[in-house]
């Protein structure tokens, strides 16, 4: 069937479900993107190319298409992806970066779809592998709420044994009624064993001990495999045409045969503003250079599981172990030696101190006990793979002896992650960047755990787009990129460069506007102070008398975004008595118990103030008189003042260019856009939207990020 044949038929499917759809509109932007999504798909070469036999090259079809609220992307992607993979005989891999809009599509879009559409289809959401309990580890502590002291039988990290010594009695107990009780429920089937679907989901250091691992977990050889959750739900995905995860997923799987091959299904990735920022925190590492009993523990496991399956690859293990924790320790008096000063007379309230090396370039005497680190971790991880396999080996042909062998795997399991993080960490670290390269972010940290002093040593890449190209789009034969935010002061080249899609060939690129009528249906108050935003005191202090002198006249809800938690806190403290009880502010109440108390209130006609911060400003769906005014109260910047932003406007200074211009005013465009995008949300609504920033009119950025704003009515307002 040609492209053309595809491309007509997934638009009829789409037209279709339109018409089908009762309380159908036709809305022109959603046609368009549904048309764009159609020819991306049905354009791509799916498949396995053999280009040594003449086959031609296999062609690449990617779309970044910007869709404004409103538009209805979810159908737009939905209708025509699915027919064309029905049609093609593939599937689609659908990512997202929140729960919330995956539970959108697999609890209401999806089976809405599925209804309507002439063929049938199953879908199915994927999650990692920690979301699912592991029985083997809940049966095991489901009798004690810890686990057994016993050295050949201690799967947890020292810190985690530390906190379990300090914990009290009552606590202990609660632990062990509360694994009981879990593990009840999963043997009546009254649980799936999942941690999401938990009627309140535990803290994580209650769930990391019974979560499932991949490092730990022996597969089908395990004991408690037909009775597995995850596996159970892996039987699901099979079946599945279409496929729901998130974008850290996408990004930890790949080449781990976990969802469909991405040459060989179509990807759409929605909310794909959040894809670079996902992949700097997924490509980056870290290595502890203090606690470090692990390694010892992990080598006398690695000789003891070794010698009983005779593998001759151990016997370097106590020499590569040694000289880990030599060099390690090393490594830690360098860093003091070196970094000390600065890293102590950091205040601690704000989390560890921190130092960063000045473009990426490490100081002489840590090269040599690094190259060091990395050769012993090598090695050591040679060895527990030859291990490993042999494992694997004997389950294979000793089913009989599963349980017995399964518990020796998760032994090595257990900590075989930690070695392969100190390996990576070690040769980024190492990574030197030749002359005009973009160099790896580098930095130490100091935190004191009681009366112990942790040391660590991180490194990252700092461009997301190199990463992603590198690891992602090379594997991608056909995608589609949506959000409501993927322009920049009307721009898609700041996305394009962060997404590693700038310049790429195979991509185009698509705006499709909100059908709302901005000018009509809104207003931005342009609200200025005296004071200069710089100023934080002073421009906080008249800030929060013009925030509450608005606030005092709201109706019904309303919605105010803050930059920092001391000024929302300012606020808080400055509100009136009687404003008091108007106001739900975030963290108070759990999110969705805040969220359903505003609701209530507004639908009794009585006014509610939402104070919140950045989470807030991003995929909340207040339509109508939820949200009749959003309140800004200072433009949403995010200086570069993490390390990897550190050392990524360092590298732009470094080569002529202006860090402010090309990143952070770029990157507070989006921002700004999702925190104005809270205003309107159906063709019905009437808002007002308040920046208490005078940047936003007076500057020549602030002009920038206008035009990256919904067009609504612009009304500047003198300082109260």
Request: glycine share 6%.
């Amino acid at each position: 069937m040609s492209q053309q044949v595809w491309a007509a038929q997934a638009l009829e499917s789409f037209d279709a479900v339109v018409q089908a759809t009762e309380g159908f509109r036709s809305r022109t932007g959603q046609r368009l993107m549904a048309e764009q999504v159609a020819r991306t798909f049905s354009s791509a070469t799916l498949g396995k190319v053999d280009e040594e036999s003449g086959e031609p090259a296999p062609t690449r079809s990617i779309a970044v298409i910007q869709a404004g609220t409103g538009v209805g992307k979810s159908l737009a992607y939905c209708a025509p992806a699915i027919a064309l993979a029905l049609s093609r005989g593939t599937r689609v891999l659908i990512s997202t970066a929140t729960v919330a809009l995956q539970e959108q599509l697999v609890n209401k879009d999806l089976p809405a779809l599925a209804a309507l559409m002439p063929q049938p289809f199953k879908f199915a959401l994927a999650k990692g592998r920690g979301r699912y309990v592991c029985k083997l580890k809940l049966d095991r502590l489901a009798g004690t709420g810890e686990a057994e002291e016993e050295a050949d039988d201690d799967l947890f990290a020292e810190e985690e044994a530390a906190a379990r010594a300090k914990r009290p009695r009552h606590e202990t107990e609660a632990r062990i009624q509360f694994y009981s009780t879990m593990a009840q429920t999963l043997s009546k089937g009254a649980w799936d064993g999942d941690r999401d679907s938990l009627d309140t989901p535990p803290e994580p250091e209650v769930w990391s001990p019974v979560a499932a691992e991949g490092a730990s977990c022996t597969g089908k050889h395990c004991p408690a495999f037909s009775q597995c959750t995850y596996y159970d739900k892996r039987k699901e995905l099979v079946g599945a045409q279409v496929i729901v995860a998130n974008h850290d997923l996408l990004l930890s799987s790949l080449g781990a045969r976990v969802l469909p091959e991405l040459d060989n299904c179509l990807l759409v990735l929605d909310e794909a503003h959040h894809l670079p920022s996902t992949a700097l925190d997924q490509f980056a590492c870290s290595m502890d250079l203090s606690r470090i009993t692990w390694i010892e523990r992990l080598a006398s496991r690695g000789l003891r599981i070794g010698a009983l399956l005779e593998v001759e690859e151990i016997a370097d293990i106590p020499k590569h172990s040694a000289q880990l924790r030599q060099t390690l320790q090393d490594l830690a008096r360098i860093v003091m030696d070196v970094y000390g000063a600065q890293l102590k007379s950091q205040p601690s309230a704000w989390g560890p101190a921190r130092v960063r090396v000045p473009r990426g370039e490490l100081p002489e005497q840590l090269i040599a006990p690094l190259g060091l680190l990395a050769a012993s971790a090598e090695g050591f991880l040679d060895a527990l793979r030859a291990i490993s396999k042999a494992l694997r080996a004997e389950m294979r042909d000793k089913p009989e002896e599963a349980k017995r062998l399964s518990t020796l795997y998760a032994q090595i399991g257990m900590l075989a992650p930690r070695l392969e993080e100190l390996h990576a960490t070690a040769q980024l670290l190492l990574q030197d960047a030749p002359e005009g390269a973009v160099p790896a972010a580098k930095w130490f940290t100091l935190e004191v755990d009681g009366d112990f002093i942790v040391v660590k040593a991180h490194a990252s890449p700092i461009l997301p787009g190199t990463t992603l190209r590198n690891h992602l789009w090379s594997a991608v034969r056909g995608a589609v990129l949506t959000s409501a935010t993927l322009t920049s002061c009307g721009h898609f080249d700041f996305f394009l460069r962060e997404a590693g899609l700038h310049g790429d060939e195979a991509t185009t690129t698509l705006e499709v506007p909100s059908p709302f009528n901005y000018a009509a249906q809104g207003t931005l108050i342009a609200a200025e102070t005296r004071a200069d935003p710089k100023n934080a005191a002073q421009f906080t202090t008249e800030m929060v008398d013009a925030l509450l002198h608005d606030i005092a006249r709201v109706e019904y809800g309303a919605l105010v975004l803050f930059t920092s938690r001391e000024q929302m806190r300012q606020a808080v403290d400055a509100l009136p008595t009687a404003m008091r009880s108007v106001v739900l502010v975030q963290n108070a109440l759990p999110r969705t118990q805040l969220l359903k108390r505003h609701r209530e209130r507004v639908d009794n006609g009585e006014p509610s103030v939402i104070f919140g911060m950045q989470s807030f400003g991003e995929g909340l769906d207040l339509p109508g008189r939820l949200c009749e005014s959003v309140f800004i109260t200072k433009l949403p910047f995010t200086p570069p003042d993490d390390p990897v932003g550190e050392a990524r406007a360092e590298w732009l200074r470094a080569v002529g260019r202006d860090p402010f211009s090309e990143l952070v005013v770029p990157a507070t465009a989006i921002r700004l856009a999702q925190w104005v995008g809270r205003a309107i949300r159906t063709e019905e609504d009437q808002a007002h939207v308040y920046c208490y920033d005078k940047r936003l009119v007076r500057t020549s950025y602030g002009q920038r990020l206008l035009k990256g704003l919904p067009p609504f009515a612009l009304e500047q307002r003198a300082p109260l």
